[in-house]
Nanobody
Framework: QVQLVESGGGLVQAGGSLRLSCAAS????????VGWFRQAPGKEREFVAT????????SYADSVKGRFTLSRDNSKNTVSLQMNSLKPEDTANYFC?????????????????WGQGTQVTVSS
């Protein structure tokens, strides 16, 4: 089993930056693809970004491409999402998730382990 805990959310002004972290415990993070998803009130859960086990391959939603950067440090069992040039439409609860195997997965159905989420609010 993998336990995930997100942190780093908060309130930020439009144009500002936040860095979210996903810390894993239990099984090693190394062999799992990790994804970030977000969900705003009244909206469906939305794919944000994902990274494979080595960190060599990433994929981003078009809405965040060029603004968000995903990285991982397997030795520390952490994945970070650097969010720059934040927009009010980025406001959502952000979830970290881990798949049972490595790869690039953009569907939430591919992820077996989920954190509780961290709230990001971007003011206009």
């Amino acid at each position: 089993q993998v336990q995930l805990v997100e942190s780093g959310g908060g309130l930020v002004q439009a144009g500002g930056s936040l860095r979210l972290s996903c810390a894993a415990s239990g099984r090693t993070f190394t062999n799992y693809a990790v994804g970030w998803f977000r969900q705003a009130p009244g909206k469906e859960r939305e794919f944000v970004a994902t990274i494979n086990w080595s960190g060599a391959t990433t994929s981003y939603a078009d809405s965040v491409k060029g603004r968000f950067t995903l990285s991982r440090d397997n030795s520390k069992n952490t994945v970070s999402l650097q969010m720059n040039s934040l927009k009010p439409e980025d406001t959502a609860n952000y979830f970290c998730a881990a798949a049972r195997y490595t790869g690039i997965f953009t569907s939430a159905n591919n992820y077996a382990y989920w954190g509780q989420g961290t709230q990001v609010t971007v003011s206009s």
